[in-house]
C-alpha cells in the first residue's frame, strides 16, 4: 500500500511538475494601458467613512436610533427623502444624512495602479490639498482601495489619506 502510495504522489508531481515551471518562468512583461481604465464591479457601490466623531442614524420617520461609530465604513443602499432631506440607506430602515461633513463618500475599487507620468506623481490628501512632503516615482506600482471625487476629479487611495490622481496613475 505504501509502494502504490508513494507510486501515485511520484507520478503526479511529475505531471504537475512542467505546468508549474512553465508558469513560473513565463511571467510576461505587466503594461498598462492608459487609454483606458478596468470596468470596475462594484462601481455603482457607494460607501461612506464615518470620519467625525460618530454620526447619526435615523429611521424612515426621520428619528435618530442610534449611532456610527467614528473610523467605520458602510455600503450604501437607496437614496431617500425624509422631510426635505437626502438620506442614505446604511441597514433596514436605518438612514445616515447625506449631506453630513463628518463622512467621506467613495466607491470601492480594489487593485494595482501604476504611475505613469515621466516625473514623480504628486500626492493629495482626502481634501484635495498637495502633499508636499510625499511623491510617487514613476514607473512604480501601488495598491488602491477606493476612489473618491474632489471637485470633479477622481483619485485613487494608495495609502492612508494619501490619494494619487487618475490622470497620474493607471489600474494595471
Not at 79 to 103: H, L
Request: glycine share 10%; proline share 5%; net charge negative.
Amino acid at each position: 500500500m505504501k509502494k502504490n502510495l508513494f507510486k501515485s504522489i511520484t507520478i503526479g508531481l511529475m505531471t504537475i511538475s512542467p505546468v508549474l515551471l512553465m508558469g513560473a518562468t513565463n511571467l510576461g512583461e505587466i503594461t498598462a494601458d492608459a487609454s483606458g481604465t478596468p470596468e470596475n464591479p462594484e462601481a455603482d457601490v457607494k460607501c461612506a467613512y464615518i470620519s467625525g466623531y460618530s454620526e447619526a442614524v435615523y429611521n424612515s420617520k426621520g428619528a435618530i436610533t442610534e449611532y456610527l461609530p467614528h473610523g467605520t465604513s458602510w455600503r450604501l443602499g437607496k437614496a431617500i427623502s425624509i422631510q426635505g432631506k437626502y438620506y442614505f440607506e446604511v441597514g433596514t430602515d436605518e438612514y445616515i444624512d447625506g449631506a453630513d461633513g463628518g463622512t467621506d463618500w467613495y466607491t470601492p475599487y480594489s487593485g494595482t495602479v501604476r504611475v505613469m507620468t515621466s516625473q514623480p506623481a504628486p500626492l493629495y490628501t482626502k481634501y484635495g490639498t498637495k502633499i508636499m512632503s510625499r511623491a510617487l516615482a514613476s514607473g512604480t506600482y501601488w495598491h488602491k482601495d477606493r476612489v473618491i471625487n474632489i471637485g470633479g476629479t477622481s483619485y485613487m487611495r494608495v495609502a492612508t489619506d494619501e490619494y494619487v490622481c487618475v490622470s497620474d496613475a493607471a489600474p494595471v
